[in-house]
């Protein structure tokens, strides 16, 4: 049985960007499930209605239900744009993207075991707003290490070389040099969303418009990072929103009741 990680919209030919050679593609979102300020049906439609996307992922940390209740909602609905299962992993040397994935994957493997479990999956893994030091990030090391490995999965896929948010602005000249000396892996963007308008203000630029074309284009090394840094006042009120968010979370959790939180 082939098992699907991702759901594909309503389109070819009639989505937002059908008239353009390369899509875009924001693969680094987080909903209600983890520690963003929107559910995952919000993201949906925002997507829809305000962004020109053709694919998105929903990653949230050490979780792929809200990524898979995204996927049946998508299957549900008559959207523009394709929908991927994902995760943020945090492993022992810092957060991996899992993309393609159907099942979860644990925090605080070693890197080199969350890189194989990711690609016995079938997946595809991206290091998160790699040598950051906030939030926990892979280092310059670690990114070696990987490149030098010999066991099967063990690798990356490309490296997160745009982010907006404060994380990502950190050591982002010093990502990119050491991906042009050394590395030579896909660098890729996405928003890091935690809030509904920070979706696609970071993505990917790549030939075609599916999660089928944006899966060949990280392979064969034809993706851009895209995108502006976000502001210093906005990546403040950012967290405000997502400690809200999260403290109305954990009343739903004490004082069941209520699930529009999802």
């Known amino acids: 049985m082939t098992v699907r990680t991702f759901s594909e919209g309503r389109r070819r030919g009639t989505g937002p960007r059908a008239g353009d050679e390369r899509g875009r593609a924001d693969m680094h979102i987080h909903s209600l499930y983890s520690d963003g300020t929107a559910s995952v049906g919000q993201i949906l439609e925002h997507v829809e209605q305000h962004t020109e996307l053709d694919v998105i992922a929903i990653t949230d940390h050490e979780r792929i239900d809200g990524a898979q209740r995204a996927a049946e909602l998508h299957a549900a609905g008559d959207f523009s744009f394709d929908l991927v299962v994902g995760e943020e992993i945090t492993t022992r040397r810092g957060h991996v993207l899992a993309l393609f994935i159907h099942e979860r994957i644990p925090a605080l493997l070693s890197l080199d075991e969350s890189l194989r479990r990711i690609h016995a999956q079938g997946g595809i893994a991206i290091a998160a707003h790699p040598m950051a030091p906030l939030p ?3 280092g310059r090391r670690s990114l070696r290490s990987v490149r030098d490995a010999t066991d099967e999965g063990i690798y990356f896929d ?19 040099a050491l991906n042009a000396a050394e590395l ?7 928003s890091d969303g935690h809030v509904l308008e920070g979706i696609g203000t970071g993505a990917t630029g790549f030939p075609g418009h599916t999660a089928v074309d944006y899966r060949a284009a990280v392979a064969a ?26 403290l109305r979370h954990l009343w739903h959790t004490v004082k069941p009741g209520s699930e529009d939180w999802r």
Do not use: I
Not at 158 to 176: I, Q
């Open 136 to 138: 926990l990030s892979v």
């Open 158 to 176: 490309a490296l997160e070389l745009f982010n907006p948010s404060h994380a990502g602005r950190m050591r982002h000249d010093a990502r990119l």
């Open 184 to 190: 030579g892996l896909p660098g890729v963007g996405n």
């Open 221 to 246: 090394g034809t993706v851009t990072p895209e995108g502006e840094h976000w502001s210093a006042a906005h990546n403040v009120d950012v967290y405000r929103r997502q400690l809200r968010a999260k």
